[in-house]
């Protein structure tokens, strides 16, 4: 019984450093490309959030004054919705599931009731949380009366 060995002629092969590079920087512009469209996202979802709060909260105000005959003053603000005003018999609250006072930003939306005119300003500042702006920074308001 001979022992015939095959020698197989296999060469080791590895990506060079020309190869690397290329995908690298293949990757880094998919990145460049996809990264800012998906931190968009983020940001597109969040003024989706405070519009959707603000009509919320524009709804719940109009349900406290069909309860009370008149909307939160200034000072009572938007957590008069959640807890009541001393004194008041018709207050049939809470009104909402949970406090809603501050946008997706972290600032509170802006209330201001004018007594006079028997209308509200409700209202976010946008992103940067400063009144007036474009775009993400744009104010954002909610039904008055």
């Not at 599931?97 to 509170?108: A, F, T, V, Y």
């Not at 702006?133 to 009366?145: H, P, Q, S, V």
């Amino acid at each position: 019984m001979m022992k015939t060995t095959l020698k197989k002629n296999v060469a080791k092969r590895g990506f060079t450093l020309i190869e690397l590079l290329v995908v690298i920087v293949i990757l880094s512009i998919l990145a460049a490309l996809i990264v800012p469209k998906l931190i968009r996202r983020g940001d597109d979802a969040k003024v989706t959030k405070a519009n959707a709060d603000l009509a919320i909260l524009s709804s719940v105000l109009e349900t406290f004054r069909l309860d009370m005959g008149r909307y939160p003053d200034t000072e009572e603000g938007l957590f008069v919705l959640n807890e009541p005003p001393p004194d008041d018999e018709n207050w049939k609250g809470p009104y909402t599931q949970k406090i809603i006072s501050l946008d997706p930003w972290k600032n509170e939306y802006y209330y201001e009731y004018l007594e006079g005119e028997d209308f509200y300003i409700l209202m976010s500042f946008g992103a940067d949380g400063a009144e007036g702006g474009e775009d993400l920074n744009e104010d954002l308001y909610g039904a008055g009366e």
